[in-house]
């Protein structure tokens, strides 16, 4: 398994030219979702791969400033480039960033849906509720009915996919920015 350090992935978001709120968004994500690979270790025995977490989550949004120029789809073309680097299971999370390729496929929680989990979590750079992200997506992504409709049966597989991930803690959803400290992503 070929997976980028935390050095290779600020070197490869640097080349990108990701924009600098981006980066802060990417560096949130990635705050949030090795806390939950870390506590679903220690609370529940979950072992995740947190290195494949911690990459993927700084990487998720790796073609996003382009794709403001370019229209491409930044899940699909961030996949493609990851993938391309060697670092195909990374560029898997990444492809599913967005929106999953199956909701609750396994008992266990998986990599991509903890990144896609905080990511939903992750308004700019600050951490907030699922309403309140929601809010934000429908504002910015749901210019017609049918976008509103894509917007709210995502939300709903996420609000399950929530329920999942929360069963498996000590805490809820509401207490999570709490939890977090200060610190940004670390290598392990």
Request: hydrophobic share 35%; net charge neutral.
């Amino acid at each position: 398994m070929n997976i980028p350090t935390l050095k290779e992935c600020r070197k490869l978001m640097a080349n990108m030219r990701m924009m600098k709120h981006i980066v802060s968004h990417s560096e949130q994500v990635c705050r949030v979702a090795c806390h939950l690979a870390d506590e679903l270790a220690r609370h529940n025995g979950l072992r995740l791969n947190r290195v494949v977490v911690q990459a993927g989550a700084l990487l998720h949004d790796i073609t996003k400033t382009r794709s403001f120029d370019t229209g491409e789809n930044h899940a699909q073309t961030g996949a493609l480039l990851v993938e391309e680097l060697g670092f195909s299971e990374v560029g898997t999370i990444i492809r599913q960033h967005v929106v999953l390729d199956d909701y609750l496929s396994s008992e266990s929680l998986t990599e991509a849906e903890i990144v896609n989990y905080s990511d939903k979590r992750v308004l700019h750079d600050r951490i907030v509720s699922l309403p309140v992200r929601m809010e934000y997506i429908l504002k910015r992504y749901g210019k017609t009915l049918c976008d509103r409709q894509r917007v709210f049966h995502l939300w709903d597989k996420t609000r399950g996919l929530e329920a999942r991930l929360f069963s498996n803690l000590t805490y809820t959803p509401d207490e999570l920015p709490e939890r977090l400290n200060g610190s940004g992503p670390t290598e392990r």
